[in-house]
Structure formats: structure tokens, C-alpha cells
């Protein structure tokens, strides 16, 4: 079983990353990671913070001359914004009244619910980790999982199909044109015009003090037919992917394929049908309303999930709130925040579905290499092609 966990905070000295149960021989470079952490900081409507740091991983461990070994892969992500924070979130007890507690939570996050739970005076205990920085490290580990999906022809995109209620016109392109278009925008977002509109939009709840959320989607190519099971709840790869993306900060929404549009319709005009091509010798579908997966499995066509994102609790114009110790009414505290951050969002969620997916790769064709997994791989594939 392929696990992870994360560690830091915002304004800590970095973020690490320990990623446990991937298979030995696959061969990782940090500039591989870097490549994505360095697509989750662009993006129009991002804050200050992302002109801070340049964010860059440090493999630790678990690679040897390129190549991972099978043991605990560890990943550091240092904050540049340490060297202003060093007191403030310092270890030592000494700097404890080196400056003012938080007192106002924000309406939105976590801040009020996290104080009472943890029994702190100080929000800043709990902003810090709750803050979306953590997915920085999120990112550099799926990375690592995409080069393992990589060996079997997988590869996961992603674009941003609203903001603040501005969608794309549901063009009828390829994947890879979809995936083209997306990286050459500063939304990622595939559709020019509607991303003029977008623009536009974000830029008037910037002068506005507000902030702007939206949709985005996943598209997971080449997948196989299998992964997954229908056996036991925790075993649906549906339910798997819809619990990696509600992970992430600020999403509230998650929807497969067709998604919610599927309660509206007949049956008729939901369901994918089934044809038999002799040529080829496989089952296919000329539709895919069901976004890849049928009963808690993946059944070979391109999985499709799409997220939406709330906008970014922090406000410019601050909504109001009750500061902590006095109990008198406020302005909510102001951190320095995004305006938009749906592009970012986007792939971060390519990261957690990467974690997924390659999880259930590992769980199917289990082994300690790749030249095991890809020897089980290809047996089954002969079985698949000759049903």
C-alpha cells in the first residue's frame, strides 16, 4: 500500500513530505518534481506570497542515482519567508510574547473551530497549518506518483472550467488539445474567450477586497479497466478519488463524470452503452457520462472529475467577527492572501488524484519493482485483450 504523510507550516522553516510503499527502479529527479510545484504557484489572481518563495524540493532520501530504492521516499520544501518569521514561529519558548496573538478568526476557515478544538489562545496555531501552502509538498509527492503512472502510459491533466460563475463553452476537444491550450493560459483554462471574461472578473473582486472560486477538472488518460473494486465501500476507486480531492483547502464540492447533471436526466440519456469492436478485440464505449468508473471501478475509459472551490476566506474588506479574548465585534484578521487561486487548485488536485491512481496500480499489480508490477501488468493486459 502506497501511504503519505506531510509535515509544516506556512510560515515554518519548510514543508517535508514522506512518501512509503513505492515500488524501487523508477527513475526520479528533483527537476521532475519542481516542474509541477513550480505550475501550482502561477496562475492570475495568485497573492504576494507566490512572488516569495520560488519553490523548490530537496529529495532526502529513499533515491540513489536517480533511481528510487524502495524505501521511505522524504521530500523538504524550504519557505524562503522563514527568514521574516523566525521568532514569531520559532521552537524556543523564549520569543513566546515576541508578537501579538491572533484574536479574530476568519469567517470561512479554520481558525475559530481549530482554536477550541486544540485548546489554543493564538489562531496563528492553527492558520498555519491550515493554510493552503501545505499543498506544496502535496504536489512535490504527487509528482513523485505521476513518474510511476508515467511507466504505464497513465498521465493525468488538468483546467479550470469556472470562476466566479464564468464557464467554458463545452468545446469538443481532444485531451491533448485541452491540455495545450491549459498550460498556455494563465488561468488554465482552455477556452480564450472565457478566460478574457475570467480575467476581468477576478480583477474587479480584487479592487472589490474580495476573493473568487470555481471549477476545475481532472482528466486521468490511458487508464486501465480494473482498478478499484465494487467488494467493499473503502475499495471504490470513486469514493478513494472523491476523499483526495475534498482534502484539499476550500473544496466543497466533487462530482464524476457526468456528476450531479445525472439526476436530472433519464436513464436513457445517462447510461454509457456497450460495443464490441472485432478488430481490435475490446469493449468500448462511445460515450463516457460515466466518467470512467462503473460500480467502484475503473473501466478503461479516461476518468473525469471535476472540483468545485470556494473562494479564499481572506478578505481585503473583512467580514465581520468577534475577536477571541475581548468577545467585542470585529473585522476579521487580514493574511496575505489570494484573490483566485482555482488555477493553482487545479494542480494540486492532478496531485492527490496521481497519489490515487497510483495506489490502486500498486494494489492491483503489487510489487516491491517496477519490473515486478510491470511483469503482472503485462500478464494482465494479455488477459484483458483476450476476453
Keep these: 500500500m502506497l501511504r503519505y504523510l506531510t509535515a509544516g507550516e506556512s510560515h515554518g522553516q519548510g514543508l517535508i513530505g514522506i512518501l512509503d510503499g513505492y515500488p524501487a ?6 527537476k521532475d518534481i519542481n516542474k509541477d510545484l513550480g505550475r501550482r504557484q502561477i496562475g492570475y489572481g495568485r497573492g504576494n506570497r507566490m512572488q516569495i518563495e520560488n519553490d523548490k524540493a530537496e529529495i532526502l532520501s529513499g533515491v540513489r542515482w536517480g533511481r528510487s530504492l524502495g524505501s521511505p521516499i522524504s521530500l523538504l520544501i524550504k519557505n524562503k519567508d522563514w527568514l521574516n518569521w523566525e521568532k514569531a514561529m520559532s521552537m524556543s519558548s523564549e520569543y513566546e510574547d515576541s508578537v ?28 498555519e497549518r491550515a493554510s493552503a501552502r501545505e499543498t506544496a509538498i502535496r504536489v512535490a509527492i504527487g509528482a513523485v506518483c505521476k513518474l510511476l503512472l508515467k511507466e504505464f502510459n497513465i498521465e493525468i491533466i488538468s483546467h479550470v472550467t469556472e470562476i466566479g460563475g464564468i464557464s467554458i463553452n463545452r468545446m469538443r476537444l481532444k485531451t491533448d488539445e485541452i491540455q495545450e491550450k491549459a498550460e498556455s493560459s494563465l488561468l488554465r483554462c482552455a477556452d480564450k474567450d472565457a478566460g478574457k471574461k475570467m480575467i476581468k472578473r477576478i480583477d474587479s473582486a480584487k479592487r472589490n477586497g474580495d476573493s473568487l472560486g470555481g471549477v476545475f477538472e481532472i482528466i486521468v488518460t490511458n487508464p486501465l479497466i480494473g482498478l478499484g473494486s465494487h467488494t467493499q465501500w473503502d475499495r471504490k476507486i470513486n469514493a478513494r478519488l472523491s476523499n483526495a480531492i475534498m482534502s484539499i483547502q476550500a473544496i466543497k464540492g466533487v462530482e464524476i463524470g457526468l456528476g450531479f447533471e445525472a439526476a436530472r436526466r433519464f436513464g436513457s440519456d445517462v447510461h454509457d452503452e456497450i460495443f464490441y469492436d472485432k478488430k481490435s478485440k475490446r ?27 470556494k473562494p479564499i476566506p481572506t478578505l481585503m474588506k473583512p467580514l465581520s467577527s468577534v475577536d477571541i479574548t475581548t468577545k467585542k465585534p470585529f473585522k476579521a484578521s487580514i493574511e496575505r ?31 516491491d519493482s517496477l519490473s515486478e508490477m510491470k511483469r503482472n501488468y503485462n500478464g494482465y493486459m494479455k488477459y484483458v485483450r483476450g476476453v
Excluded: Q, W
Excluded at 527502479?25 to 528533483?30: E, P, T, V
Excluded at 463516457?288 to 472540483?307: D, H, K, L, Q, V
Design 25 to 30: 527502479g523508477i527513475k526520479i529527479f528533483a
Design 100 to 127: 501579538s496573538p491572533v484574536t479574530k478568526p476568519r469567517p470561512g476557515h479554520a481558525d475559530l473551530t481549530g482554536l477550541i478544538k486544540y485548546d489554543h489562545k493564538d489562531i496563528r496555531n492553527i492558520l
Design 283 to 309: 469493449f468500448y464505449r462511445k460515450t463516457n457520462n460515466a466518467g470512467g468508473i462503473e460500480g467502484g471501478m475503473t473501466n478503461g475509459e479516461e476518468i473525469i472529475i471535476r472540483a468545485a472551490m
Design 337 to 367: 492572501s489570494d484573490v483566485c487561486a482555482v488555477p493553482a487548485a487545479a494542480v494540486v488536485g492532478e496531485a492527490v488524484v496521481a497519489f490515487e491512481i497510483a495506489n490502486a496500480m500498486i494494489e492491483k499489480f503489487s510489487g
